[in-house]
């Protein structure tokens, strides 16, 4: 787990708001934190909010080690419904998989190595964040 201030997230990136303005601000803040916890770790932000209409990918990354790493993203505004980590089915894993495959072929890269992480950000309500990193879930 890692724990930051919000102050320490880095360059911060603000897409298109979605139906639910409050739901939107709390996934942009886990995806800039996760971005910049990435990017610390020497990795390079490739894509972010990739969409195809199958659906959506948070982050694409390539990895120090030239692995490209695909970061599906959830982030809480508190506990009470679970950790984060907890609504990523099997169900879920497997589009992302999908995605993954889509985003390959789409920018010339299949048959690159690649692996899909997830990060669970809990946001407390002092302003800290809490990231669970866990690499290569499939």
Known sequence: CLRASPARCGSLYFPAMALNERASVTGITGENFTATYLIGRGYQILDR???IKEGELDLV?????????FVEVKTRSSAAYGDPL??????KLHRIQRLALA???MH???GWPYRIDVAGILLGR??????DYRIGIS
């Open 49 to 51: 909010n990739w969409r």
């Open 61 to 69: 990354a390539l990895s120090p080690d030239k692995e490209i790493v």
């Open 126 to 131: 002092s302003g800290e964040i809490t990231l």
């Open 108 to 110: 010339q890269r299949l």
């Open 103 to 105: 985003w390959l072929a």
């Open 86 to 91: 907890e609504s990523i089915s099997a169900t």
